[in-house]
């Protein structure tokens, strides 16, 4: 999932960049309205948390900027000011969630997860495809039919990427290069080759059926064999 | 005080009254002495004519040339006598017939009774004649001139009593006319209040200008000062909580002893008393010229906004789209977010907001089909509402908000048990100017 963070105080945002990285999010953080609302509209986002209070820029008239534009990425914005009036102003520039600072970093991966899961169209409370689940706190995959001797599957950061977002996507093909710009941050150090390493070792953990490759348009992940019998 | 139409109206009639009372004696007594002046004037002619009629060369009697005495006197009782003393003779006009006018104390008298019951006016001179005294009597019928001026005194009363009451109603007219601007802005301070208009527009004449621009003046400064207070709040409220989000993340990164455990409540502590108090410094309160013009959109707007961050909780809204509301936008808002956002953590499936105008103000009902709490809880919830150094999480803080903005608004707030969801329902009331 790539994020991109615009938060005006340094300290706040380092610490925001380090825990959602942890938290297996490829992070992009802006201290700048301006150069944020750039990369907001040149980079594929999945998601944005944005700051209303802004020196340079009001968050309110970036998030205009973007909806007039026709960029629809969900955009969960931080307020200090927290009066409702703002938050209600907010929704109507196009704001799909909102968070008072300050806030306990639980709370906001909640938030995440659930306005990534509304924007895939899963209504679901947990990441579920076929038999297989996707822990996002604990960040393993597991089965959830009794047959299979095998539990958790560990994951690494970014095997976990990449599975959860083929997984919130099930059955669209993907090109390498789209996976690495959502599963990679904009400093991530990207070799050709590394989506066809990671695609190879998730098969080895989950079978070879689960992600199918399509030859010269991408990979994709095929529900219908997460439906085993 | 009494209303400058009724002190206007009061005076003006008592002035009115009295000058018409003074005209009216005044003239009516004119006219009677004018009148008896010139009944006087013509009596001493016709004395002096008498005089000038007596011949009188002793030793014969005295006699009066009957050619020279005005017809009138010799028509009986004319209502025109005279009598002549002369040397203890006595001549009378032919008019007085048999009878004799009454002894006269003074020169003139009035309401003489004479012939015929008749009121006469009667003067007596005396003159020297030859070394005699010659005492001239006359008496006139006055009664006609009475009735005459009797009915004049009347026409001139009723004329006066007339004209009174037409001046009357025309001042009444010009009062009415001239107060209409102070009407009309009193109607707009009326619109003020409710938040209809949000200054004094009525264009007022010269004398009260001054005033009206002095009360537009004063409520474009509490509006600006407002704004600038709520920005500098804003701004404070944005310096003050990021650094202690900073602190959270950093108190929450340690590893858990007792120390992490007391910084964490402190630090909530911190939150809790900061969000309160700008809450407090942002309520606006009743401020004239203060409208929420689109409940519904904002609301409608809210529940939107809340169901996204609720998905598995059904807000239901009740209230006429066209209503408006005379209070602070931010306030109603804060107030209304706060007790939907309550409701909805407590709440398992259903919220229902009631909103109803009501005569003096409009009533609010919030209900959830949660645990809610127990009627013995009722009252320290609103108590801990008020302190809120105390209160914990859940409904605390977000009760302290409510219960401080409805405090500003003079409000009242209740809870009980909703009827319907079987949860917590918040009444309030609040009355509107």
């Known amino acids: ?229 | 005080m009494a209303s400058l139409n009724q002190r206007l109206t009061l005076s003006l009639m008592a002035s009115l009254a009295l000058f018409f009372i003074a005209q009216t004696w005044i003239i009516g007594n004119e006219v009677e002495v004018l009148s008896e002046q010139n009944l006087i004037s013509r009596m001493e002619h016709d004395q002096e004519e008498l005089l000038a009629a007596l011949q009188w060369s002793p030793p014969s009697l005295p006699v009066l040339d009957a050619d020279r005495i005005p017809s009138i006197y010799q028509r009986p009782f004319s209502g025109h006598y005279f009598q002549i003393e002369v040397a203890d003779i006595k001549l009378h006009s032919r008019s007085l017939w048999d009878e004799t006018l009454p002894e006269l104390a003074g020169v003139l008298e009035r309401n003489v009774m004479g012939p015929k019951q008749v009121h006469l006016l009667m003067l007596s001179r005396e003159f020297t004649m030859l070394g005699q005294q010659v005492k001239i009597r006359i008496a006139e019928d006055i009664s006609h001139i009475e009735s005459t001026t009797a009915s004049f005194q009347q026409h001139l009363l009723l004329f006066a009593t007339a004209a009174m009451l037409l001046l009357l109603l025309l001042q009444a007219w010009v009062v009415l006319h001239s107060l209409k601007p102070l009407g009309c802005i009193r109607d707009q301070l009326g619109q003020l209040e409710k938040g209809e208009v949000e200054k004094i527009t009525t264009p007022a004449p010269s004398e009260i200008m001054p005033l009206v621009e002095e009360v537009n003046q004063l409520l474009q400064l509490m509006q600006q000062r407002l704004k600038r207070s709520r920005h500098a709040l804003g701004d404070l409220a944005h310096a003050l909580k990021t650094p202690l989000a900073v602190m959270g993340q950093v108190v929450q990164r340690q590893t858990g002893d007792e120390d992490q455990v007391l910084l964490l409540q402190q630090l909530q502590h911190i939150e809790r008393r900061i969000e309160l108090e700008l809450v407090r410094a942002r309520t606006a309160g009743r401020m004239p010229g203060g409208l929420w013009a689109e409940p519904f959109r904002d609301l409608n707007d809210m529940v939107y906004m809340l169901n996204q961050v609720f998905p598995s909780i059904r807000i239901t809204l009740f209230m006429d789209e066209t209503m408006s509301i005379a209070a602070d936008r931010e306030d109603m808002l804060e107030l209304f977010g706060n007790l939907i956002e309550n409701a909805c953590k407590w709440a398992s499936s259903e919220v229902y907001c009631h909103i109803s105008c009501q005569e003096q103000g409009f009533s609010i009902q919030v209900e959830d089909d949660g645990p809610g709490i127990v009627r013995d809880e009722y009252q320290s919830l609103l108590v801990r509402g008020a302190r809120a150094d105390e209160s914990k999480s859940g409904h605390g803080l977000g009760f302290s908000i409510v219960h401080e903005i409805i405090s500003v608004y003079d409000g009242k707030m209740t809870l009980s048990r909703s009827d319907t969801l079987h949860g917590l329902q918040v009444n309030i009331s609040l009355f509107q100017a």
């Open chain 1, 1 to 229: 999932m790539r994020l991109l963070l615009i938060e005006d105080d340094t300290d706040l945002c380092t610490e925001l960049t380090n825990d959602l990285r942890l938290r297996g999010y490829a992070v992009d953080a802006s201290t700048q309205g301006v150069d944020g609302c750039f990369m907001g509209e040149s980079e594929p986002y999945d998601i944005v948390i944005l700051d209303l209070g802004l020196p340079d820029l009001p968050g309110l008239q970036i998030l205009q900027q973007w909806r007039a534009q026709g960029i629809n990425t969900p955009v969960l914005v931080l307020t200090a000011r927290g009066a409702w009036h703002e938050k209600v102003e907010g929704f109507r520039a196009g704001a799909d969630d909102y968070l008072s600072k300050p806030f306990h970093m639980e709370e906001l991966c909640v938030r995440l997860q659930a306005l990534i899961r509304r924007s895939s169209g899963s209504g679901k409370a947990a990441i579920e495809v076929g038999h297989l689940r996707l822990d996002e706190d604990r960040q393993v995959a597991s089965w959830t039919d009794s047959v299979s001797d095998v539990s958790n599957i560990e994951l690494t950061g970014i095997e976990f990427r990449l599975l959860r977002y083929m997984m919130l996507h099930p059955e669209r093909i993907f090109t390498a290069t789209h996976l690495i710009e959502h599963v990679y941050d904009f400093n991530d150090e990207k070799e050709s080759n590394v989506i066809e390493v990671y695609i190879s070792r998730l098969r080895k953990k989950l079978g070879k059926a689960v992600i199918c490759t399509r030859r010269s348009q991408g990979y994709y992940l095929d529900p219908g064999a997460l439906h085993k019998d």
